[in-house]
C-alpha cells in the first residue's frame, strides 16, 4: 500500500478505555472472559429455568472476570498478561456494523491494531442472531502494525465487527486500535453541545470538567451552552472559573425561567441554528456524559446519507455496567413508549452477559426517538420541523421523533455512545405534579399524530387510569390529570403562554390533598391502629384480566357508598411500602401511609367519598366531550403545528423571559 493510499483511510471510531475513576464500568470496555461465541452455562438453573422457553434461554456469564484494572495504562492503552485473553468485543469496543451499513454510505472499514510484545489479534464478526464467526487473526511480535480490511456487506439486519488480543509467553500491549474508513473524506460538522439544567449545579459542573479534561473530543465543538433555568447557579459554583477557563472560550451561559426540559432544549436548538452550527448536541443535568460519544456521534451524522438524527443510549448512573434500553419506539395504537422487538431485554447488565454472549443485542434496532439525555439533531432539520413543542416535561422527545420521521428524517440510536444517568426505575412520576404533564402531553401527542381514529386506545386507557388513582386515594393526582383534560380544550395556542406559570399552578394545590404532602419519617404519622389492615393483612393480587370490569364496579360502588370508618381520619390502617403501592391494594384501605419512590419520605392516603364521586364525574364528562371534539381538536393542533414549534415563536418566549426577568 502506497502512503497516498494509507492517508485517504479516516477514523470511525477508536478503542476507549475507562477513566481511573470508572472502575465499575470496566464491562463495558474490556472483557476478559471467553475468547468467543454465545455461552450458556450448562449448570445454571435459573438460566434454563421450566418459565423460560427453548427459544427465550437467558444468557449468563460463564464465570468470566474482570479485567485487571491496573493494566489500564491510558484511555487507548492497556497491558494484557503473559498467557491471557482479552476481548474488545464491549459494548464500547465493538464496531456496531449493521448499523454504518443501513444509515451510511461506508461499504467498507479497515480495523488497525498497534501492538508491543508477543501475540495474537484475532477478528470476529456476528449476524443480526448473535452467531460469530471468526474472520481474521494476526500472530504479532515486537512493534507491529496490524491491518485487516472488513466488508459491510453481510450486516443487512445486524451483527457487530470486533477484536481479541491473547498474549504469548510475555506481555501483550495495546498501543491503539481504530476502525477506519476510505469513503471520500468530508467536512466535519460543527456542533452546539448544549445542557439544560435545573438545580443539579453540582451535576452540571462535574460535566463540563469532563470535557474540559478530554479537549480532543471537542475539535468539532463550536460551543458549550448551559442553559440554567435553576436557583442554584452554575456559575456560583466553586470551580466553575476554573473549568470555564480549561475550556478555553467555549463555554457559554444562558440563565432563563424554568420552561421545563422542553424550554431548555428549544433555547439549545435556537441557540444552535443562530451561531451557524451544523448540529446541536442535547444533553441532560444529571448525567456523566462518555466524552468519546460526542465524537463518534457527529462522525457518524456526517457520514448519515441524508441528515439524520443521531442519539446515545443511557446506562443507570448507580449501577454503571446496567443499560437502561437498547432502543424505543412508540406504540402507534396506544401512544407509549414500547420495546422495538420482543426479545429485547430492559435494564440488560453487562457486568452479568457481555456483548458477545447476548444474542438480541446483535439485531439491529431501529427506533421512532431518542431521548434527550443525549440527542444530536442537525441544525437542517430544525429549520425545517421547528424546534421542541412547548410542554415543559414530556413527551417532548417522542413527539420530536415522530415529527421528524413524518416529515422523512430518521432517528438512529447509536451503539458505542452513551451517557449514565440518574434512573427512573426507583421513581413514580404518574403520581404527583407531573401527572398533569404525563396526561396532557400524551394527549397532545395523541391528537397530532395518531394514525386511529379517536386515537386508538388513548382515552380509553386514560379513563381507566383516572379510575385506578381515585380509588387509590391519589386525590391531587387526579386533580392535576382533571387540569390536563381541561387545558387541552383551551387549544394549542395556550402551550407557550403557561410554560413557566403551570407548574406553580400544580404545587399550589398540593396544600388541599394529604396525599401530596411528603414527611420524612413515617413517625411523624399517628401510630396505626391495631390489626392488619384490609384482608387481614393477606397480600392481596391483582384480579384476573376477566374479572376487572365487575371488580372496577365493585370497588368504585363501595366506595361510593360505604363510608370510611370515623377512626380512619385519625389514624392510618397501616404502612405500604413503595413496592406495594399498587391500586388493586389501595383501593381496599380507607386510610393507609405509602412511602415515595425515592424513599425520602411518605404520604397518607385517607378515602373521601365525596371527592371520588365529583372527580369521576368530572372526569367522565371531560372524558365524553373529548372524544365528541376530536376530530376537531387534532385538526386545530396539527394545523398550529408548524407555528407553536417555529423559530419566531420560541423568541417571543425567550423574549419575554427575558423582559419579565430584566
Keep these: 500500500m502506497t502512503s497516498e493510499e494509507s492517508s485517504s483511510w479516516s477514523a470511525l471510531q477508536r478503542v476507549i478505555l475507562p477513566s481511573a475513576d470508572q472502575t465499575d464500568t470496566i464491562p463495558l470496555y474490556v472483557d476478559a472472559g471467553p475468547a468467543s461465541g454465545i455461552r450458556l452455562r450448562e449448570n445454571d438453573e435459573l438460566a434454563r429455568s421450566p418459565k423460560l422457553p427453548e427459544d427465550k434461554l437467558q444468557m449468563f456469564s460463564s464465570g468470566s472476570r474482570q479485567a485487571h484494572f491496573e493494566d489500564l495504562l491510558s484511555r487507548t492503552s492497556m497491558r494484557v498478561r503473559s498467557g491471557e485473553q482479552i476481548s474488545f468485543g464491549t459494548y464500547f469496543n465493538a464496531f456496531p456494523a449493521s448499523y454504518w451499513r443501513r444509515w451510511t454510505s461506508v461499504r467498507d472499514v479497515r480495523l488497525v491494531v498497534r501492538t508491543t510484545g508477543t501475540g495474537s489479534v484475532t477478528v470476529y464478526k456476528s449476524n443480526a442472531r448473535g452467531s460469530v464467526q471468526r474472520v481474521d487473526g494476526r500472530h504479532v511480535d515486537g512493534e507491529t502494525t496490524s491491518e485487516f480490511e472488513l466488508s459491510l456487506k453481510p450486516f443487512g439486519d445486524g451483527g457487530w465487527y470486533w477484536f481479541d488480543l491473547a498474549a504469548s509467553s510475555t506481555e501483550l500491549v495495546l498501543q491503539s486500535g481504530q476502525w477506519e474508513t476510505n469513503e471520500a473524506a468530508r467536512d466535519s460538522g460543527q456542533v452546539t453541545l448544549e445542557i439544560t439544567t435545573m438545580n443539579k449545579p453540582d451535576f452540571c459542573l462535574n460535566n463540563a470538567r469532563i470535557l474540559a479534561d478530554n479537549l480532543d473530543a471537542l475539535t468539532n465543538v463550536k460551543e458549550i451552552l448551559i442553559v440554567d433555568q435553576g436557583t442554584q447557579k452554575v456559575q456560583d459554583q466553586e470551580g466553575f472559573a476554573e473549568v470555564e477557563a480549561l475550556l478555553g472560550g ?22 444552535a441554528v443562530e451561531n451557524g452550527s451544523d448540529y446541536v448536541l442535547l444533553l441532560d443535568d444529571d448525567i456523566v456524559v462518555e466524552p468519546e460519544s460526542i465524537v463518534r456521534l457527529l462522525t457518524f451524522a456526517d457520514r448519515c446519507r441524508k441528515p439524520t438524527i443521531v442519539g446515545g443510549h443511557m446506562f443507570d448512573l448507580y449501577n454503571r455496567s446496567v443499560l437502561h434500553t437498547f432502543g424505543e ?17 430492559l435494564r440488560h447488565d453487562f ?23 443525549m440527542c444530536l439533531i442537525p441544525t437542517r432539520v430544525i429549520k425545517e420541523i421547528g424546534l421542541s413543542l412547548p410542554l415543559f416535561i414530556k413527551w417532548d422527545d417522542a413527539e420530536y421523533g415522530l415529527r421528524a420521521r413524518e416529515a422523512g428524517y430518521s432517528t438512529v440510536s447509536l451503539p458505542g455512545a452513551a451517557v449514565w444517568h440518574v434512573s ?15 396526561e396532557r402531553n400524551r394527549l397532545v401527542t395523541t391528537l397530532i399524530h395518531s394514525p386511529y381514529p379517536k386515537g386508538g386506545r388513548v382515552l380509553r386507557e386514560s379513563a381507566q387510569a383516572d379510575v385506578k388513582h381515585l380509588v387509590s386515594m391519589q386525590y391531587f393526582t387526579e386533580h392535576g390529570r382533571l387540569e390536563a383534560l381541561k387545558d387541552i380544550f383551551k387549544g394549542p395556542s395556550e402551550l407557550h403562554q403557561v410554560l413557566a406559570s403551570k407548574l406553580p399552578e400544580i404545587n399550589a394545590l398540593k396544600s388541599e390533598y394529604t396525599d401530596a404532602q411528603l414527611k420524612e419519617n413515617v413517625d411523624d404519622f399517628p401510630a396505626p391502629k391495631l390489626g392488619r389492615g384490609p384482608m387481614g393483612g393477606a397480600l392481596i393480587g ?11 364496579i365493585k370497588t368504585v360502588s363501595r366506595q361510593l357508598v360505604k363510608n370510611p370508618a370515623p377512626e380512619s381520619a385519625e389514624r392510618p390502617q397501616g404502612f405500604l411500602a413503595h413496592r406495594d403501592n399498587r391500586w388493586f391494594r389501595l383501593a381496599h384501605y380507607d386510610s393507609v401511609v405509602v412511602s415515595n419512590a425515592e424513599g425520602t419520605g411518605a404520604s397518607w392516603y385517607r378515602r373521601d367519598p365525596k371527592k371520588l364521586k365529583s372527580m369521576l364525574a368530572e372526569a367522565t364528562r371531560l372524558h365524553l366531550r373529548l372524544y365528541r371534539e376530536w376530530d376537531n381538536l387534532a385538526e386545530q393542533y396539527r394545523a398550529a403545528l408548524p407555528d407553536i414549534t417555529s423559530i419566531a415563536a420560541w423568541k417571543r418566549t425567550f423574549d419575554a423571559d427575558s423582559k419579565d426577568g430584566s
Design 542 to 552: 391483582m384480579p384476573r384480566k376477566k374479572d376487572l370490569v365487575s371488580w372496577g
Design 351 to 373: 457486568g452479568v452477559a457481555n456483548l458477545r454472549q447476548t444474542a438480541w443485542l446483535h439485531r439491529r434496532v431501529d427506533v421512532d426517538y431518542n431521548g434527550w439525555w
Design 329 to 345: 419506539v412508540v406504540d402507534p395504537f396506544r401512544i407509549v413508549p414500547a420495546q422495538p422487538h420482543a426479545d429485547m431485554e
Design 424 to 438: 427512573w426505575m426507583d421513581k413514580d412520576d404518574m403520581v404527583g405534579w407531573q401527572a398533569y404533564f404525563h
Design 250 to 271: 467555549k463555554l457559554r451561559v444562558i440563565n432563563q425561567a424554568n420552561l421545563g426540559g422542553s424550554g431548555g432544549f428549544a433555547r439549545g436548538m435556537y441557540e
